[in-house]
Every structure is written in C-alpha cells, then in structure tokens.
C-alpha cells in the first residue's frame, strides 16, 4: 500500500484525487493499522462466540452434574468473549476519536488576503522569514486565488496552496513537515516549487526591493493546472 502511495506520488502510475483520498491516510496514518488488527481480533472472537453453542453442548445422556457444569464452562466463555469484544470496541472507538480530532486539527489554516498592484502581489520578505508556511489569497477576475509561501534553505518556496492530483484541498504545517490536507502525504520542503507528485503546483517568484514579487499572470496560468 505505501508502495503504491509513493509510485502513485511519481506519477509513474495514473492517480487521482479519489485515490489519493483512500490511499494516503491508510499509509500515513498508524491508526488504521491497529483498527485492522483489531477488527481481525473482533472477528475472531465473534467466530468462537458463534460456535460456544454447539461446542459446547452436553451430550445426551449427561447426567445433571455434566450439564451444570457445561453450561458454567459456556457462560464463562461468553463472559470473556463479551469482555474481549468490548475491550476491541473501546480501543477501536478511542482510536476512531484520535483519528477525527487529528482531521479536525487539520482545518485549513486561515489565509491572509492580500491586494494586487501594477499586475503583481508582494510579500515583504521579512514576514515570511520565519520557516513557517505561509497562506495567502488573492482576487483574479473575481475568484479568489490560494497561495503559498515559506522560507526554504537555499531560497523561497511559493506556489499555489493546491496540487495536480488531490486538487485545491491545500496544505497545512505539521512542525517541520509540510502536509496535504487531501491525501497526507509529507512534502520535502527544499522540494516546493518543484514540480512533480503531491507537491503543491509551481509558482514562478522573484525578490525585489525586499519583497517577494509573484505576477498575477503566473498565478492565472498556475490555476488552470489544478483540477476541479
């Protein structure tokens, strides 16, 4: 499955924002893999549940002693069957909460709206100096328009907070790392801006005067890459 995630990611196969959807928080995500073992544990323990009945059924001529004590056998199986079932819902259930709170943290973060002048957006350098991601928006031909920002080692990474395959779903900051919103794929940070896999669609920059410069043409024509 994660074989499949990453080839998906180099575009070595065809890939979409639906299976991207379904394949990226299976592999990036170690809660599903304890939510598959204990679903297999839970079956496992409704099969034997199932089959107390006629395992455990005394036989016809037992005398009343056997019978007692069979059905004593089977209740107590039924009582550790219930026990184990219900552990495997409570884990389940809490691995489940864990899971939605992580979605819910991931809401995308707010973007910082900024104004067109002489045909170009600047971002003075000095706010986007921190490493941090950056989202801004601005208005083309009436629809607004999410990009990107951050300070990367050898120099800035801007792009549209959207990609090829998951779409405009963007991304998001976790610490170092930053994230698809869609399919959680991680993206090597010295790697935005170029093109390729999960990373967010290139955004041609300049720096000028102490501001990063992005043409309101460049962000026209890197809008019509992203899917609908």
């Not at 219900?86 to 973060?109: E, I, M």
């Not at 083309?140 to 801007?158: E, H, M």
């Amino acid at each position: 499955m994660t074989g499949l995630h990453e080839i998906s990611e180099a575009q070595w196969i065809p890939s979409s924002k639906r299976e991207m959807a379904i394949v990226g928080p299976i592999v990036r995500n170690d809660v599903f893999f304890f939510v598959f073992i204990l679903g297999a544990a839970a079956l496992l323990v409704l099969r034997e549940w199932l089959a107390i009945p006629l395992a455990g059924a005394p036989a016809a001529t037992a005398n009343d002693a056997e019978r007692r004590r069979v059905e004593w056998e089977r209740r107590k199986q039924r009582r550790w069957m219930f026990a184990a079932a219900f552990t495997c819902l409570a884990v389940v259930s809490a691995l489940a909460a864990d899971f939605v709170y992580d979605r819910v943290k991931a809401a995308p973060p707010e973007a910082r709206l900024v104004s067109a002048q002489g045909g170009h957006v600047a971002i003075p350098l000095a706010e986007v100096s921190d490493g941090d991601l950056h989202i801004y928006t601005v208005e083309i031909q009436g629809a607004a328009v999410r990009f990107l920002v951050i300070r990367k080692p050898n120099g800035w990474g801007t792009a549209l907070d959207a990609c090829q395959i998951c779409g405009p779903v963007g991304y998001r900051q976790d610490a170092s790392n930053v994230i698809c919103r869609h399919c959680g794929s991680a993206i090597y940070v010295p790697s935005i801006g170029d093109a390729g896999g999960c990373n967010p669609v290139r955004l041609p920059s300049r720096v000028e005067a102490g501001e990063l410069v992005i043409d309101l043409c460049a962000l026209a024509q890197a809008s019509t890459q992203v899917p609908k």
